[in-house]
């Protein structure tokens, strides 16, 4: 089965700050590679895929993250946080060898400060 | 708008009692998905269902039923089996099972045993 790690549980920020949300996954022949957000009390929401093709992905809210494969790494990055940007961030992979299930990362949660 | 809903949004049970959560989709989505979230360990898969009257375990099935009557619902049933029921219950659905598999979220359900 896939495993995701992300490789901090807390990251606290401040604001205009850049930070970068580390994402790393087994090895698998063709990986699709995914990032959500999650506000408190509310559901999941896409940031960003990468499904084939350009390595640097942007997603929605100028987040922007780099698949490499050699590494089987999913880096999640944004230049410069705001205060709206404090939630909890999930990295999630899915393959064929899992029949294309989502697993996800334990999550990284953001806490930005002014 | 098109949407996953989920209802209740909180919900309280005694134990040993049964509980059902409600999700709806309007989003003409073939497959739905159901997911456990602890705090510090992701989400958890419980139940999948790629299409009308079928569905499958997920990786933590043990004291959960589902069914699939309709293709827009797609209801879960905690049982009194489930030995550690509190827990955020989120859903999902996607076009359909395979390929790349982006997955749209309802708001949650929060269950407290009381």
């Known amino acids: 089965a896939q495993s995701v790690t992300q490789l901090d549980s807390q990251v606290p920020v401040f604001e205009e700050a850049p930070v970068e949300l580390r994402c790393n996954y087994s090895?698998?022949?063709?990986?699709?590679l995914f990032w959500y957000v999650q506000y408190p009390n509310q559901g999941l929401q896409l940031l960003l895929k990468y499904l084939s093709g350009s390595t640097l992905v942007k997603g929605i809210n100028g987040f922007e993250a780099e698949f490499n494969k050699s590494q089987t790494s999913f880096h999640l990055r944004k230049p410069s946080v705001h205060i709206s940007d404090t939630a909890e961030y999930f990295c999630a992979v899915s393959d064929k060898a899992n029949d294309y299930k989502l697993s996800f990362g334990a999550g990284t949660t953001v806490t930005v400060r002014a | 708008d098109g949407g996953i809903t989920q209802s209740p949004k909180y919900l309280f049970r005694k134990e040993g009692q049964n509980v059902t959560l409600s999700c709806e989709q309007n989003l003409n989505h073939d497959a739905m998905y159901w997911y456990r979230q602890d705090p510090g360990q992701g989400l958890r898969l419980i139940y999948y269902?790629?299409?009308?009257?079928?569905?499958q375990k997920g990786d933590i099935a043990e004291g959960y039923s589902v069914s699939r009557e309709k293709k827009e619902s797609f209801p879960l049933t905690v049982t009194s089996a489930q030995k550690n029921p509190t827990a955020f219950y989120l859903c999902?659905?996607?076009?359909?099972?395979?390929?790349?598999?982006?997955?749209?979220f309802g708001p949650g359900t929060r269950l407290t045993v009381l």
């Open positions: 999902a659905s996607s076009i359909s099972v395979g390929s790349y598999n982006e997955q749209f």
């Open positions: 269902s790629q299409i009308v009257n079928d569905f």
């Open positions: 090895s698998s022949v063709s990986v699709y």
